[in-house]
């Protein structure tokens, strides 16, 4: 499926350094518009490990960007390269994709084959994955009889992933989310799991079946029977019911992912965990002082900014909780004025 020579437009190494030991190696895939979330995310790795890590970025359509500016990274852990690969995008653009999801979604795919002969085993995370503690542990669990090791997925409704019965998939087998995937690079390529992935993708188009997950269902139904099962403190994803339990951490989250459409970079999913490591970071514009339309998700989110308001509220951020609320009570009474008669009428 994948040809490295053909999928790879440019390899430059940014930041390059001689490691003593055999470094991690971790990627990140997105187009142009996340690479300040993986510089980000990035930094919160180097904050919680000491390990020397090979960093791999998978990107798009940021020919013109200037990456030296991850030079600009302040962390004790300066023990790290960075590589950036620029991808060709036509080896996706006849796939699936949703309002949501891009066709960066499926660059995580090509891991096995951009990383063959380079690592024997790679972590990818998303990039709403943050660092909260040490990984090292991690990298050392047995995946040789696997092809990845990755948590079980607590939020896609079963009887959703049933009806990937069609195409291979089980009622007894667990479904993973994709946001964080330790490869066996090696297993991966003698198994020749691309082929695979093809043909599972082929099948979904015969049946014009619309995918809800693109990546992330074809890469289980790919994978079935050759996962590790990981702890799920390995990949969190419980931050809109539980946000206060990434304060304090006591139960030794290692990374949590953000998922959902409202992310911590935006105004509503603002959380104190997520926003020190943003303020850290090169790419720290003070996002959150800016008008809170900037930075919506999504159109008249009234009802939300009430439930930030309390959200903040809880977690001792008042004035921003205040903020949100007055933002609340504003759009509340500009509806009731637009929904007025008109004088006269």
């Known amino acids: 499926m994948f040809n490295r020579e053909k999928l790879v437009l440019e390899t430059v190494h940014i930041r390059k350094r001689e490691f003593i030991e055999q470094p991690k190696h971790i990627v990140y895939a997105a187009d142009q518009n996340y690479i300040k979330h993986i510089g980000t995310a990035l930094l919160s790795v180097l904050q919680n490990n000491t390990s020397p890590i090979h960093f791999h970025l998978l990107v798009s359509g940021s020919e013109g960007y200037d990456f030296n500016i991850f030079n600009q990274i302040e962390t004790s852990n300066q023990n790290y390269s960075i590589s950036v690969y620029h991808l060709n995008t036509e080896y996706f653009s006849t796939l699936q994709t949703t309002h949501y999801f891009t066709i960066a979604m499926y660059y995580r795919m090509s891991i096995p084959c951009l990383l063959k002969g380079i690592a024997h085993t790679a972590l990818y995370l998303d990039t709403d994955v943050l660092c909260l503690g040490n ?129 911590p970079w935006h105004q509503l999913g603002f959380h104190p965990a997520y926003d020190q490591y943003f303020k850290n970071s090169p790419w720290n514009n003070g996002y959150l002082e800016q008008p809170l339309s900037t930075w919506l998700p999504f159109p008249n989110p009234k009802r939300k900014f009430r439930q930030v308001a309390k959200r903040l509220w809880k977690q001792g951020q008042k004035k921003q909780a205040w903020a949100y609320y007055r933002e609340y009570l504003l759009r509340r009474i500009n509806k009731r004025r637009y929904q007025a008669p008109s004088p006269g009428k």
């Open 135 to 263: 990984i090292d542990d991690l990298f050392e669990i047995d995946i040789s009889n696997s092809l990845i090791a990755a948590v079980p997925d607590a939020i896609l409704y079963r009887a959703y992933i049933k009806q990937l019965n069609q195409f291979g998939f089980t009622d007894t087998e667990p479904y993973f989310n994709s946001g964080v995937i330790l490869f066996n690079i090696d297993k991966w390529n003698d198994m020749a799991i691309d082929k695979i992935l093809s043909e599972k993708m082929q099948a979904v188009e015969k049946q014009n079946f619309k995918l809800s997950c693109p990546d992330q269902d074809i890469l289980n139904l790919a994978c079935i029977g050759h996962v590790h099962w990981l702890s799920e403190n390995f990949n969190w994803i419980h931050w809109h019911q539980k946000y206060s339990e990434l304060i304090d951490n006591p139960n030794n989250i290692r990374l949590v992912h953000f998922v959902g459409h409202i992310k």
